[in-house]
């Protein structure tokens, strides 16, 4: 259960981490292709709020990232709580006010995760 719990919060790491390059240095590139339902226009303007974002995506892989160098389990384990927390509420507002695919890509793993570290 430990190796799937792993698995899962280095998944969700690792998807930030996309979100963090897709957002900071290919918004304009890939983000029309990606999101077919916004205007082309729109992405060279929205580009600094993109590139914004994509930090704070970059801020929560940073936090998963960290439970794997933290010794006290107890201490692992909240702090991936927290940031699968966090996670989790982008998901439930992105699906909420962007798109229902988000809740998938984004929420779904999260809590799953959460699942995992709290039933291990």
């Not at 994509?54 to 998963?64: K, S």
């Amino acid at each position: 259960m430990e190796i799937l719990t792993k698995i899962i919060i280095g998944l969700v790491a690792f998807l930030h981490l996309y979100f963090l390059y897709f957002e900071m240095f290919a918004w304009t590139t890939k983000g029309p292709k990606i999101f077919k339902n916004f205007k082309k226009e729109m992405f060279e303007p929205t580009k600094s709020m993109a590139a914004n974002q994509g930090l704070y995506n970059g801020f929560l892989a940073a936090g998963l990232i960290w439970t794997f160098f933290i010794e006290n389990q107890e201490w692992s384990d909240n702090i991936a709580l927290f940031f699968l927390g966090c996670v989790l509420v982008a998901g439930l507002y992105g699906a909420y006010s962007v798109s229902k695919r988000i809740l998938y890509v984004q929420g779904i793993p999260a809590l799953i995760g959460i699942v995992l570290v709290l039933i291990k």
